[in-house]
């Protein structure tokens, strides 16, 4: 697999979630996702193995019924859900698609959201570590995204020019052309993934047991949309651990029940399920296809849109395998090379997903809600 994104998956998962179906005999689970046309990378049914090897998730796994609503009903619940979000002042509209500011009650929701996820993990005993919202270009190299997700990435370009530049650059503005051509590469990227930095400061031998940590930051995809469940800018909250290949699928297949637990305590209809991320290009439908098979991505998805559209990703349980133990030269206490897993909960998405189903008044949610949310 190359260069994993962390979190829930882009393009596919924000407005077409996978569904799944369940072969009885075998608890294999099969996803099928009913991407936009465009996202290159996802797999149909006739591009899976004809089963998935057997994931022990038990009761976990739903048998989700392939979506049945039209693509122009999409299209409308989605309207109307950014309307009310704008109309109760939830969200404001920043002039592009997928941008907003948020307002003291989207704050006050996914605070509460950010600190009972905290809570939930605290006997992890994580290692704390918090990131501006960019990297440098050469842990970005190293965590080889852009040969995955080149669609997805962002650089951050700064003017270095002088006096004449400056000149050239004012009256290009000034006639009204595009003026960024007079901006080079500064060498860092907006973060794609919260918790990437971290491998970087992890190169050479973990102690025994590994190391946890606690990240939570700003990332940037950029994949603009109306629909107000696909962010270009979001945060993600992540419990990472480093370790020996056993201890990082432990870290990940241990949580994902109460995860999901967790978020059916505030009230949100949820479903697990296996997932791809949008890798791209032909290539990626490889790459796709084989994180489907070896089980190493599962998403928590709810119906923001209804249960007969596309069920939306808002949190995800990731095994990365030895991607960047490799890529940052991470070593375990005997020697081998580190595994890496993390469980994610995508923090504005959660936030909305509460809005959706719960309404634009906060204090008119139900107690059970607010009960499990503190609020």
């Excluded at 699928?249 to 305590?265: F, I, T």
């Excluded at 991320?277 to 928590?300: C, H, M, T």
């Amino acid at each position: 697999m190359t260069g994993p994104t962390d979190g829930v998956t882009p393009a596919a998962d924000d407005a077409t979630a996978a569904t799944a179906s369940v072969t009885a005999d075998t608890a294999a689970v099969v996803p099928v996702h009913a991407a936009d046309a465009d996202d290159s990378s996802t797999v149909t049914p006739a591009d899976l193995p004809a089963t998935a090897p057997a994931v022990d998730l038990g009761a976990l796994v739903s048998t989700l019924a392939e979506p049945t609503g039209s693509a122009d009903d999409l299209e409308a619940a989605r309207a109307t859900f950014r309307a009310r979000l704008l109309d109760d002042r939830v969200l404001v509209d920043l002039g592009r698609p997928g941008l907003y500011g948020r307002s003291r009650a989207f704050e006050r929701v996914m605070q509460a959201v950010r600190a009972t996820w905290t809570a939930a993990n605290a006997d992890l005993e994580p290692d704390l570590l918090r990131f501006p919202p960019v990297i440098t270009l050469p842990t970005f190299e190293q965590t080889d995204y852009i040969a995955s997700f080149p669609d997805l990435a962002a650089a951050v370009s700064s003017f270095r020019g002088g006096d004449r530049e400056h000149r050239e650059l004012l009256a290009a503005r000034a006639a009204g052309e595009r003026w960024e051509r007079f901006l080079e590469p500064a060498d860092v990227m907006l973060t794609p993934a919260a918790c990437h930095p971290v491998y970087a400061l992890l190169s050479g031998q973990l102690p025994e047991g590994g190391r946890m940590f606690d990240v939570d930051g700003d990332s940037f995809r950029h994949e603009p949309s109306l629909d107000p469940m696909r962010l270009q800018a979001f945060h993600m909250h992540e419990f990472v651990h480093v370790g020996t290949p056993a201890s990082a699928r432990s870290h990940r297949d241990s949580h994902v029940e109460p995860m999901a637990e967790l978020l059916r305590s505030f009230g949100l209809e949820i479903d697990v399920v296996p997932a791809n991320d949008p890798f791209f290009g032909r290539v990626g439908k490889i790459l796709a296809r084989n994180q489907v098979a070896q089980s190493l991505k599962f998403e928590f998805i709810t119906p923001v849109y209804g249960a007969d559209q596309p069920w939306t990703a808002i949190a995800s349980a990731n095994l990365h395998e030895d991607h960047f133990g490799l890529a940052f030269g991470i070593t375990t206490a005997d020697g081998g090379t580190a595994h890496s897993a993390c469980l994610a909960f995508g923090l504005e998405r959660i936030t909305l997903a509460l809005f959706g189903v719960h309404g634009s008044d906060v204090d008119a949610w139900p107690a059970e809600a607010r009960t499990a949310l503190s609020l």
